[in-house]
C-alpha cells in the first residue's frame, strides 16, 4: 500500500527520499514521485507510473531536481487510474504547496466541488489533490502554512497520514496523521518522516509515532509536536532495534525465501525469551492478572493469514480453554453488530499493526467492552499501541508481501498463549504441559530439518506449475492450515485454488475433481488421519492428483505416490501446524518460481492494508 517517506536536512533530498522509497517497494505500488524545495525557494516535482526505476530514469534524463527539503510517496491506486497524473505528490494551483499522503478522504466530492465552485480547476481524479487545493486556497488567505493545515485537516474526514513542503518555507516539513501510519526519524542535523521504520533504519533508529491528530514541524534541527488544539506535545523517542541487513535480500534471489529460511530463527526470537524454568513466562500478563478472569468469550479477530492464524487458534483455545472461541475477519466483524461484553477477550492479530480492518474491528470490541490482546510484529504500530496487551512476535522485518515468519511466528505465540492460559485455568494436565515445552523448545531444529531439503518441492512445483485449479484439504487444524496453503498459492503463483474442510467436499466441491486435478491433501492432525485418508481415496477414485502432507507417522496410511508424498517430523498436535505450513510455503514459492511470477511483489496486493 501507499508508502511516505520525507526527509529535512542539509544534504540533497532526493537521492534520500530515493533510498527511503526503495525499501517500502515491498509495500506493494503503482507509480512513485518526488518533491523538493531548493534553496531558493523553488518547489520541483518529479513522478510516474510504474516502478520506482522509472521514476530514477526520468529523474537522470532531465534537469536534476535539487532541495534538502522533500517528500516523496509510492501510489497504490484508490481513487483515479495509476498514472503519472494521478501520482502523489499533489500541489495547489499555485504550485506552491506540494501534498503526499496515505488514506482516503472520504468527503473529498464535496469538498472539491465547493472548490470548483470558488473557481479552482483540478488536474487528478485523486482525492488528495482535493487536500493540496484546499491548502492552496487558505495559503491564499493566510500565508502561514502550518495554520492552513489545521484548517485543512478540520475539513477532511477520513484516514490520513500527510507529508506536506512549501517553496515559501524552504526548511520545514510538514505531517499530520489520522487513522494510517505515520513516524517521525530523529537524525543528525536532519529528521525524517516515514509511513514504515525499514525506510529509515539506514539513517536513524531513533524514532517517535505520531498518534492522530497529531501535527508535527520538522525542520534539519528540530521536531515540533503539536495535538489538535495546537499544544505542543512531548513524544516518546523509541530505539529501532531492527538492524538494516534484516531488510534486505542478503543474496537470496527473493525476500519471500529469505524469509521462510529464516523461520527457525525468528520461531526462536519469539519463543526463547518466553521459556523460564520450562514454563511459559508472559510478563505482560503476570503484571495483570486480573486480566484473565472471567473471560467467557473469546473473538479471534484479523485479515489474511493472520486470520488463519486466528482459525487455528479457535480450535487451539477452544480444545485447550474450554471457552467458546469464534476466528473473525475484521471486515466482517466491525460491521456485525458482534456480540461484545466486558466478558470478552478480543486477540487481535497483525503482523504490520495498521491493518485498517484489522484496527477498526480493534476499536470497535473495545468500544463494546472487550478486553484487548494484540499480537503484532511491527513494535509501536498503531494496533500495539492502541491494544491493552500486546505480545509481540518479534519476527523482524518481512518484506515480501506473502507472509512466511510473520505467520509462523503469529501461530506459535497464540499457541503458546492457549498453553499458558489453560495453565492459569488448571485444564492442561503437568504432563500435557510437560511434553509440549519439551516439543516447543525443539520447534525451530524441527523447522530446520524440513528446510535442510527443499529439493523435492522444486521437482513437484516443476511437475504441477502449469495446473489452473488447485485444492487444498484437511480436517480441524490441517483444515486451517490449508487456507494458508491456498492463499500462499493463489497469492503468488496466481493459481486459482480454493481450500475445504475435507469432510464438505462431498456436498459440491468433489464435482469439480476429474482426472488430473491436484488435490493437495493436509494429513498432519493425528486424530482424524483415517478420516482424512477416506478422503484421499474419495478424490483418488475420481482421477486427481493427489500431493499429501503428512507426519512421519502417519505418512504411510495415505496411499500416495511417494514422489507426491511430503513428510514433517512429528511434534505435539498443538505444534504440528507450524512443522505443516512450510512445505506449503515452499510449494507455492516454486511453483510461483517456474511461473516467472513477481514472488515479492505479487500483482494488486500489498504488504499492509492501510485502507478499507
Ligand atoms: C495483506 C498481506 C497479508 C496479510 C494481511 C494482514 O493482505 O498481503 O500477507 O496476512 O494483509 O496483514 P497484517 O499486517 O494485519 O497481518
Given amino acids: 500500500m501507499c508508502g511516505i517517506v520525507g526527509f529535512a536536512g542539509k544534504t540533497d533530498a532526493v537521492s534520500v527520499l530515493l533510498d527511503g522509497l526503495e525499501k517500502l517497494e515491498y509495500r506493494g505500488y503503482d507509480s512513485a514521485g518526488v518533491a523538493v524545495v531548493s534553496q531558493d525557494g523553488r518547489l520541483q516535482i518529479k513522478k510516474s507510473k510504474g516502478r520506482l526505476a522509472v ?9 536534476p531536481i535539487e532541495g534538502n527539503i522533500g517528500i516523496s510517496h509510492t501510489r497504490w491506486a484508490t481513487h483515479g487510474e495509476p498514472n503519472d497524473i494521478n501520482a502523489h505528490p499533489h500541489t495547489g494551483e499555485n504550485g506552491k504547496i506540494a501534498v503526499v499522503h496515505n488514506g482516503i478522504i472520504e468527503n473529498y466530492l464535496e469538498i472539491k466541488q465547493f472548490l470548483i465552485n470558488e473557481g479552482v480547476t483540478f488536474y487528478s481524479d485523486t482525492d488528495t489533490e482535493v487536500i493540496a487545493q484546499l491548502l492552496d486556497y487558505y495559503y491564499k488567505q493566510n500565508s502561514d502554512i502550518t495554520e492552513c493545515v489545521y484548517k485543512v485537516l478540520n475539513r477532511i474526514r477520513g484516514a490520513y497520514a500527510l507529508g506536506i513542503i512549501c517553496s515559501d518555507c524552504p526548511d520545514k516539513l510538514i505531517a499530520a496523521r489520522k487513522d494510517a501510519p505515520l513516524l517521525i526519524g530523529y537524525g543528525e542535523n ?9 525506510a529509515l533504519l539506514a539513517y536513524t533508529r531513533t524514532v517517535s509515532y505520531m498518534d492522530d491528530n497529531e501535527v508535527a514541524v520538522i525542520t534539519p534541527d528540530s521536531v515540533t509536536v503539536y495535538d489538535a488544539d495546537k499544544n505542543v506535545i512531548e513524544k516518546e523517542k523509541h530505539t529501532v532495534e531492527w538492524d538494516v541487513s534484516a531488510a534486505e535480500k542478503g543474496g537470496y534471489r527473493h525476500f519471500m525465501l529469505k524469509e521462510i529460511t529464516e523461520q527457525p530463527e525468528a520461531i526462536a526470537k519469539t519463543v526463547n525469551p518466553r521459556m523460564k524454568d520450562g514454563r511459559i513466562c508472559f510478563e505482560e500478563l503476570a503484571e495483570n492478572p486480573d486480566f484473565l478472569k472471567d473471560v467467557s468469550k473469546i473473538y479471534i479477530i484479523a485479515c489474511g493469514s493472520a486470520y488463519h492464524v486466528g482459525m487455528v487458534g479457535k480450535y487451539t483455545l477452544e480444545k485447550l480453554l474450554k471457552i467458546p472461541t469464534e476466528a473473525c475477519l475484521a471486515s466482517e466483524f466491525r460491521y456485525c453488530d458482534p456480540l461484545v461484553d466486558e466478558n470478552t477477550l478480543a486477540i487481535v492479530i497483525s503482523q ?22 494484540s499480537l503484532v510484529n511491527v513494535i509501536g504500530s498503531s494496533i500495539a499501541r492502541e491494544s491493552d496487551i500486546v505480545l509481540y512476535t518479534w519476527a523482524g522485518p518481512e518484506i515480501a508481501v506473502a507472509t512466511t515468519k510473520a505467520y509462523s511466528t503469529q501461530l506459535v505465540l ?9 495453565d492459569i485455568l488448571g485444564i492442561i494436565t503437568e504432563s500435557e504441559y510437560v511434553s509440549f515445552m519439551r516439543e516447543l523448545e525443539l520447534l525451530p531444529s524441527k523447522v530446520s ?14 511437475r504441477f506449475f502449469n495446473h489452473d485449479s488447485v485444492f487444498f484439504i484437511g480436517r480441524n487444524l490441517d483444515y486451517a492450515l490449508g487456507l494458508e496453503g491456498s492463499l500462499k498459492l493463489k497469492e503468488i503463483s496466481y493459481i486459482h485454488s480454493e481450500s475445504y474442510a475435507a469432510g464438505e467436499l462431498k456436498h459440491g466441491t468433489i464435482s469439480l475433481i476429474e482426472p488430473g486435478t491436484l488435490v493437495v491433501s493436509l494429513a498432519t492432525y493425528a486424530p482424524l488421519i483415517e478420516k482424512t485418508a477416506s478422503n484421499v481415496v474419495e478424490v483418488q477414485s475420481r482421477g486427481a492428483e493427489v500431493l499429501t502432507i503428512a507426519t512421519q507417522s502417519n505418512a504411510e496410511k495415505l496411499k ?24 506449503l510455503q515452499l510449494f507455492a514459492y516454486y511453483v510461483a518460481l517456474n511461473r516467472g511470477c513477481d514472488i515479492d511483489k505479487p500483482r494488486n496486493l500489498a504488504k499492509s492494508v492501510t485502507v478499507e
Fill in 190 to 198: 536532519s529528521n525524517f518522516i516515514a509511513s514504515d521504520v525499514t
Fill in 414 to 422: 497464540l499457541t503458546m498463549f492457549a498453553v499458558y492460559y489453560s
Fill in 449 to 462: 530439518e524440513i528446510l535442510k531439503d527443499t529439493e523435492k518441492y522444486q521437482e513437484a512445483a516443476a
Fill in 352 to 373: 504490520s499493526g495498521e491493518t485498517l480492518d484489522s484496527m477498526a474491528a480493534m476499536r470497535e470490541a473495545k468500544k463494546r467492552g472487550a478486553k484487548v490482546i
Fill in 55 to 63: 521514476l530514477r530514469e526520468q529523474l537522470s534524463k532531465s534537469e
Fill in 560 to 583: 500416495t505416490k511417494k514422489e507426491n508424498s511430503f513428510t514433517v517430523p512429528d511434534t505435539d498436535p498443538l505444534l504440528q501446524p507450524n512443522l505443516g505450513v512450510i512445505p
